[in-house]
């Protein structure tokens, strides 16, 4: 069963009298596990396509199902929930709390959405900090480690709660081309080893080319696919 299934599906923004047609009815599938990449010129509608992968907000036509979940049926709570459950986030800005420690900013989203017991929660939490390379960086505030140490951070804050899926937006925009690639390479190693799927937005040709499966879109439309054997289907 594929883990993202989208069918015709189009996202209109309505800017007063003005319609902003950013998605234009398009079909895709994702499998479990990949390592995708939509790409784009800016306006394209990557992030549009994003936000609605991760039930930010839904389409305004056709289907989207997730995990086998329509997400177009849920409600704004139902969204959240299941957002909270399933989906982790890593932003190009890395977005951590500062005034919370590394560990604290990994240990937030089990505290928000997912009850767990105080031991497993810290030894959970310690877990994704060894996995990314941050085990004893933990008693830090995010002033206080580089960039690649944030998006670090942020990559264990989005596979604590075990998401099925990782949506990142530009994760790489704000790092130097060393910092990029071994970030990507670390997001590689958590989908082996978590079996987790990336999704990312890009402009950055080194995301590209380590992606497996890259999705071209322009003016809100799906102009070409094209996988790891450099071959491609419309
Ligand atoms: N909230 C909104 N209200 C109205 N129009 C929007 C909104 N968000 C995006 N758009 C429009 O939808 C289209 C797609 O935008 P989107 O941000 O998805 O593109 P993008 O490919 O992510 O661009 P970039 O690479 O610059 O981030 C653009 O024409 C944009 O102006």
Same mark, same amino acid.
């Given at each position: 069963m ?19 047609? !950013?998605?234009? +009815?398009?079909? #895709?599938?994702? %499998? ?23 039930? *930010? %907000? ?9 995990? +086998? ?5 849920? %409600?704004?709570?139902? !969204?959240?929930?299941?957002? +909270?459950?399933?989906i982790?986030?890593? #932003? ?9 420690t ?19 929660? =810290? ?16 008693? =830090? ?16 804050? !989005? ?10 937006d ?5 790092? %130097? +081309? ?15 080893? #978590?079996?987790?799927? #990336? ?16 999705f071209? *879109?322009?003016?809100?439309?799906l102009? =070409?696919?094209?996988?790891d ?6």
């Amino acid at each position: 069963m594929s883990l993202v299934n989208a069918t015709c599906i189009e996202k209109t923004y309505q800017v007063g009298d003005i319609s902003v047609r !950013a998605i234009r +009815g398009i079909d #895709f599938t994702i %499998d479990p596990a990949s390592f995708v990449s939509f790409v784009g010129p800016s306006g394209s509608g990557k992030s549009t396509l994003l936000n609605m992968i991760g039930c *930010l %907000d839904p389409p305004t036509a056709g289907s989207l199902t997730i995990i +086998g979940q329509d997400i177009t049926i849920m %409600d704004r709570k139902q !969204a959240a929930h299941f957002r +909270g459950e399933h989906i982790g986030f890593v #932003f190009q800005d890395f977005n951590l709390i500062p005034v919370l420690t590394v560990f604290e900013n990994v240990e937030y989203p089990l505290l928000m959405v997912q009850n767990w017991p105080t031991k497993k929660r =810290k030894a959970r939490v310690n877990s994704l900090l060894e996995a990314v390379g941050m085990g004893d960086q933990g008693n =830090k505030y995010p002033r206080q480690i580089s960039g690649g140490q944030k998006q670090r951070v942020a990559v264990a804050r !989005a596979l604590v709660t075990n998401a099925k899926v990782v949506l990142a937006d530009e994760p790489t925009a704000n790092l %130097d +081309g060393e910092t990029a690639n071994r970030i990507i390479s670390l997001m590689k190693k958590m989908r082996d080893e #978590f079996g987790t799927t #990336f999704i990312f937005s890009t402009h950055d040709p080194k995301v590209m080319q380590s992606a497996e499966i890259i999705f071209t *879109l322009e003016d809100g439309k799906l102009l =070409k696919r094209r996988n790891d054997n450099g071959g491609t289907n419309d």
